[in-house]
């Protein structure tokens, strides 16, 4: 009985311990706000299709792109965190899975908590040039690899379909 009582007070006080720790965590956590220095107006002419003012800044830069796959060595389902699985994607022609026709892709994400890589919230989208051909894409998935690393992993569907090289994007 001895044992008993002990393993249970053990486990009361890990958990004591952890509570602890995420209470702290969460007291100390910061928010930082950007500083906004200027903002300037832009003129947007509205028509049957969204233009770009000439005048208005494109953010781009270059990330690696790589690739995930069901059963890969990460264990990846089928499932992503959009909820979305492969049965409602498509393939291409390059066996990169596709959803409403944008590649399905996984970023960091401030879900997975802080980083100083560049992070996207599930839905957005983005254009990845990948070989000097514009692809459209739609976050559908996060990736804890690319909190760490500077990088956009791209769901295909097996290992003949992987990629992996440095890519330009446009948000």
């Known amino acids: 009985m001895k044992n008993k009582y002990e ?15 995420l209470l702290i965590a969460k007291v100390f956590t910061l928010k930082v706000e ?8 832009i003129e947007i002419k509205i028509t049957g ?17 790589t690739s995930f796959y069901t059963g890969d060595s990460c264990n990846t389902g089928s499932i992503t965190a959009s909820g979305k699985s ?10 990169w899975y596709t959803y409403q026709g944008k590649l399905v892709v996984a970023t960091a994400s401030t879900r997975l908590g802080t980083t100083s890589m560049k992070t996207y919230n599930l839905y957005d989208e983005i254009t990845l040039i990948i070989d000097g051909t ?16 500077n990088r956009i992993d791209l769901f ?9 090289r440095n890519i330009e994007v446009i948000k």
């Open 134 to 149: 514009e692809y459209q894409a739609i976050v559908l998935d996060v990736c804890g690899s690319c909190m760490v690393h």
């Open 49 to 65: 299709e969204f233009e770009y003012p000439k005048d208005a800044p494109i953010e781009t830069y270059t990330t690696r792109l």
């Open 156 to 164: 295909v569907s097996g290992r003949n379909s992987v990629i992996d």
């Open 34 to 41: 950007p500083k906004i220095e200027e903002r300037k107006p």
């Open 7 to 21: 393993i249970i007070l053990f486990v009361i006080a890990i958990v004591f311990a952890i509570s602890i720790q």
């Open 86 to 95: 492969t049965k409602d994607f498509k393939t291409n022609e390059k066996g």
